[in-house]
């Protein structure tokens, strides 16, 4: 099973842009669909971005459908969420995790979750 070590994250004005990064070990990495989600304090974990194993295949919660990309490089065993025209409302926690089933859009599909990435964007 993948170890994940989310960074990137920092203080950023609305209206501006930030990439994070899930970095990933193990030698089956490239097996495992990854998934984006974010917590903000108060509320639940939620979905924001998948790719499957390959990276051929992405899905976006309408949330941030045009603002985000998330990809991956399997050579670097690292996945990145390319975030842009951000907002106030996408101040979270970002966690990354593996699906070991497949490539889920809901939190209880995913497992070995990271310790997270605080962003914090400012208005």
């Known amino acids: 099973q993948p170890q994940l070590v989310e960074s990137g994250g920092r203080l950023v004005q609305a209206g501006g842009s930030l990439r994070l990064s899930c970095a990933g070990s193990g030698r089956t990495f490239s097996s495992y669909a990854i998934g984006w989600f974010r917590q903000a304090p108060g509320k639940e974990r939620e979905f924001v971005a998948a790719i499957n194993f390959s990276g051929g295949v992405t899905y976006y919660a309408d949330s941030v459908k045009g603002r985000f990309t998330i990809s991956r490089d399997n050579a670097k065993n690292t996945i990145y969420l390319q975030m842009k025209s951000l907002k106030s409302e996408d101040t979270a926690v970002y966690l990354c995790?593996?699906?070991?089933?497949?490539?889920?859009?809901?939190?209880?599909?995913?497992?070995?979750w990271g310790q997270g990435t605080q962003v914090t964007v400012s208005r």
């Open positions: 995790a593996a699906d070991l089933r497949g490539i889920g859009a809901k939190v209880t599909d995913y497992d070995n």
